[in-house]
């Protein structure tokens, strides 16, 4: 299964200045890619705190919420599912079905399991024109990691985008 990380960061490596802000810091540009590549995959994974802050699901897309406290949260099928399963247990319930890709949303607790799972297979990244000084890092506790850059594009006037794979 194809799994893609994707993630905004400001220039000092932070998703958020708190574990319950809203991505709404970002260009517009990062936005319509994150539509894009969401859409295509049809399948995004989230922990509990992204899916809160987002309000509601996703459209066009299944929505996985994983969480410890998979009761907060009714299944709608189709549209959103809880589980308290592993990245590996997540996984293998979507390719069960036939899923081929999934997109990894955040947060930095669910980026970081899936990259120490040895899950993902590429990465985007937006890096947007901010220091945030403090904040949520994009991720931590996880071993050492070798990626290949694949390409870095200018988006809109400030940010960039940098697309990495995984190196086994």
Request: charged share 20%; net charge negative.
């Amino acid at each position: 299964m194809h799994i893609t990380i994707l993630a905004a960061m400001s220039a000092d490596g932070r998703i958020a200045t708190s574990r319950d802000e809203l991505v709404d810091w970002t260009s517009p540009e990062d936005k319509q890619f994150f539509v894009l590549k969401t859409k295509e995959a049809g399948v995004v994974v989230m922990g509990r705190r992204t899916f809160e802050t987002l309000g509601e699901p996703l459209s066009e897309r299944l929505n996985v919420v994983m969480s410890h406290q998979q009761a907060l949260f009714p299944d709608v099928p189709g549209v959103v599912e809880c589980t308290s399963e592993s990245p590996h247990g997540v996984v293998h319930s979507l390719e069960s079905r036939g899923y081929m890709k999934a997109v990894v949303i955040g947060g930095h607790e669910i980026y970081s399991a899936f990259l120490s799972a040895d899950l993902v297979t590429d990465m985007y990244l937006t890096i947007e024109p901010r220091i945030f000084g403090d904040g949520v890092p994009f991720v931590e506790g996880i071993a050492a990691k070798k990626l290949q850059l694949m390409s870095a594009e200018k988006l809109g006037g400030q940010s960039v985008l940098l697309h990495y794979v995984a190196l086994s």
